[in-house]
């Protein structure tokens, strides 16, 4: 018995395949002051600072209800690549 569960426990110990790993980027947006885990859709419509894989995101923004889209009202963040869309009269001075 005791051999038995030694090569249960080696089968366990096996590579197997797995869905636990996922090429997935992990997308972060900032909500008051905090950073939030949240999917695609919300991310790329976020207007505040957002993270990909715990790196500073600056591009474009996206209209949640139209992906294909580009936001061009007011952003958080004022540097040239986020502000790149921005209409003039919501950029700041």
Same mark, same amino acid.
């Given at each position: 018995m005791k051999e038995q569960g030694l090569q249960t426990w080696d089968a366990a110990l096996e590579s197997a395949p797995t869905d636990d790993i996922v090429n997935?980027? =992990? &997308?972060? =947006?900032? %909500?008051? $002051? &905090?950073? %939030?885990?949240?999917?695609k859709d919300i991310w790329g419509a976020w207007t505040g600072m957002r !993270? !990909?894989? $715990? %790196?500073?995101?600056?591009g474009d923004v996206h209209l949640l209800s139209n992906p294909d889209k580009v936001w061009t009202g007011s952003r958080c963040c004022f540097c040239k690549t986020c502000q790149a869309h921005v209409e003039a009269k919501h950029r700041p001075n």
């Open positions: 997935e980027p =992990i &997308l972060e =947006i900032q %909500v008051e $002051g &905090l950073w %939030v885990m949240t999917d !993270r !990909r894989n $715990g %790196v500073d995101f600056h």
